[in-house]
């Protein structure tokens, strides 16, 4: 029994004389690493964390505490730094910046889901149906708004005031094309505006009329607004609905940050919605550019009296309009369109009078951001930012800058947005500038099927061109342009590196050589939009000090295939540093609407 005693007790003392040393061990180096980790709000660990960085970086972890992200890194060296008030496991989800939508209608997305909705619409005969279902809600008199409709998807011809007439003789209606820029109006809406056959068109508008030479109820750009006015204005109440609606859609795709074409008056909203804690997205709002230059001061004064956090809510740029739309043949293109040969669009004002206003606007230190969809419309715009920087130069040599993310530090940051048809020697020119391209790719795979036909063969390959620009050295940001397409980024991005429809056409991509890669266009989403709206040092990637918006989605988007990418949704959206939604394991209705087809004949374009 003594024997074994001692065969038992020698190799104990051995292990506790090899433990003793340990603890000495442990005790002088990891016990006090452990008793100074710091506490912070939130853990993110044991995923793939992609920065948006320059370098396209993958981490396992982030650390935020309040409103920051303290620490990227390993989950181990995150876990050995900082214990977590709550900790997330993302076994192995990835995570990248919230999204930053960089032109999108917030309220205008928010109203539209309270009327009338006519995307996808079929048939000039559905879109009646949805008329009429609403008017039977509706007490005679009341007006009934929507939009959406596409009669590209009619066979192309345009609808008329009798059409609507056949389903709602007693409503006034008006109901915007799906690209806010032509409106449909009915008999009685026609009426009250005083719309005879006598009507003139204002500068910038057209009335389409009959071979008899009446009104038939289409209203091109400016045109609208003739019957716009008579319309009765939204209410307050209906306003503070909208945006709380559009709210839930943004947390939903994980979108932290827009840059909104609401108008001024809507930041008293966001600011009351600020306050009461409720505002889930950082704003970025534009005033309007054709606002005398007294006016935009005054608001600005206006704005800073309130001393709102800048980083909640800001003005940034001045939102105006040089031209239509393609789908409307209301793009100012430079020759007439190929499948119209008597018309080459509509420009809003003379070239001479736009770089007048840039001019006098550049000068008050504003930065201004133009609609320009053709080429024609294109070129006014650039010319006009080419006159304001000879009035007012910028000392800055950016034609030999070389490092993409120093172009137009010192310049004014003016945008073009949508870009959507360029000239080939104009590329280049948005560079000279350090004008920004702010582009939405989803109105490449939803314009597909008619561009190449208004375009021709040799303008379309400078259109929806984010790739031509980005090798220019371009900034180019990222955004929706919701309710003219869905909010869903996702979508997006599945555009920008396929170029394909939702059911996969065409194999390979249509003008496949636009493509980006899956980083790249990320990074257009987050990086490329902090910029354009001067907050690329607060957010935009992931790296200790910035702020802490992030997304964790469903699916690796760096890994997976294309088609995959329209299955993705946010699951988790972190705002301020705070979880603001967490997805249930039912795929979204709109995740499920937007799925490919599994019957396509061709794989899915390498990414």
């Not at 050589?513 to 490329?528: P, V």
Request: net charge neutral.
């Amino acid at each position: 029994m003594k024997m074994l005693i001692r065969k038992i007790t020698a190799p104990s003392l051995a292990l506790s004389l090899v433990f003793a040393l340990c603890v000495i061990s442990f005790g002088s180096h990891a016990a006090p690493a452990l008793r100074q980790r710091r506490t912070v709000t939130l853990l993110l660990i044991n995923g793939r964390v992609f920065t948006a960085d320059a370098n396209n970086s993958v981490a396992e972890a982030v650390a935020i505490d309040g409103a920051r992200i303290v620490a990227v890194g390993s989950s181990r060296e995150i876990q050995l730094r900082f214990s977590g008030a709550r900790i997330v496991d993302l076994r192995g989800r990835l995570v990248t910046p919230g999204f930053n939508d960089a032109h999108i209608h917030f309220a205008g997305g928010g109203l539209a889901l309270m009327r009338v909705d006519l995307t996808e619409a079929r048939s000039l005969e559905e879109a009646k149906q949805r008329v009429a279902a609403r008017a039977r809600e509706l007490t005679p008199g009341t007006w009934i708004r929507g939009r959406g409709w596409d009669h590209t998807l009619w066979g192309g011809a345009w609808p008329t005031r009798k059409d609507l007439d056949e389903v709602a003789p007693n409503h006034p209606v008006l109901l915007q094309r799906v690209d806010g820029h032509v409106s449909w109006a009915n008999s009685l809406a026609l009426q009250k505006a005083g719309i005879t056959r006598d009507a003139k068109a204002p500068e910038g508008g057209e009335i389409l009329r009959d071979a008899s030479g009446e009104p038939t109820g289409i209203l091109k750009e400016t045109a609208a607004g003739l019957v716009e006015r008579v319309v009765p204005p939204t209410t307050r109440a209906e306003q503070q609905e909208a945006i709380i609606r559009a709210l839930a859609e943004a947390k939903r795709y994980g979108i932290t940050s827009i840059q909104d074409n609401s108008g001024y008056e809507t930041t008293k909203l966001y600011r009351e919605l600020m306050r009461e804690g409720k505002l889930t997205v950082r704003v970025a709002e534009w005033q309007n550019f054709d606002d005398s230059v007294e006016e935009l001061k005054r608001q600005r004064t206006e704005f800073a009296s309130f001393k709102d956090d800048p980083l909640r809510l800001r003005l940034t740029a001045l939102k105006g309009y040089v031209d239509g739309t393609l789908g409307s043949r209301t793009a100012a293109m430079l020759a007439p369109f190929s499948d119209d040969s008597t018309n080459s669009g509509i420009p809003r004002r003379s070239p001479e009078e736009l770089t007048r206003m840039i001019i006098e606007r550049a000068q008050a230190g504003l930065q201004i951001a133009l609609h320009a969809i053709g080429d024609r419309a294109n070129r006014m715009a650039l010319d006009g930012f080419e006159a304001a920087l000879k009035q007012h130069p910028v000392r800055i040599d950016l034609s030999n800058v070389t490092d993409r993310s120093q172009v137009g530090v010192s310049s004014p940051r003016h945008r073009i947005e949508h870009a959507q048809v360029v000239a080939p020697s104009d590329f280049a020119r948005f560079r000279t500038l350090g004008v920004i391209a702010s582009m939405q790719p989803a109105h490449a795979i939803s314009d597909k099927r008619w561009a190449e036909d208004r375009l021709g063969e040799y303008r379309v390959l400078g259109a929806y061109a984010w790739h031509a620009m980005q090798s220019h050295g371009v900034r180019v940001p990222f955004g929706t342009d919701w309710p003219v397409e869905p909010i869903n980024p996702y979508l997006g991005l599945y555009a920008a590196v396929t170029r394909q429809s939702t059911e996969g056409d065409p194999a390979g991509g249509w003008w496949p050589q636009e493509r980006l890669s899956i980083a790249d266009a990320i990074r257009c989403y987050t990086a490329e939009s902090a910029y354009a709206s001067f907050e690329e040092k607060e957010k935009g990637h992931i790296a200790a000090g910035m702020l802490a918006d992030l997304v964790v989605h469903s699916r690796d988007l760096l890994t997976i295939k294309a088609e995959e990418i329209l299955q993705t949704e946010a699951a988790i959206t972190i705002f301020n540093g705070q979880v603001i939604h967490e997805r249930d394991a039912t795929p979204s209705r709109a995740a499920r609407r937007l799925r490919p087809s599994m019957n396509k004949r061709e794989p899915p374009a390498q990414l």
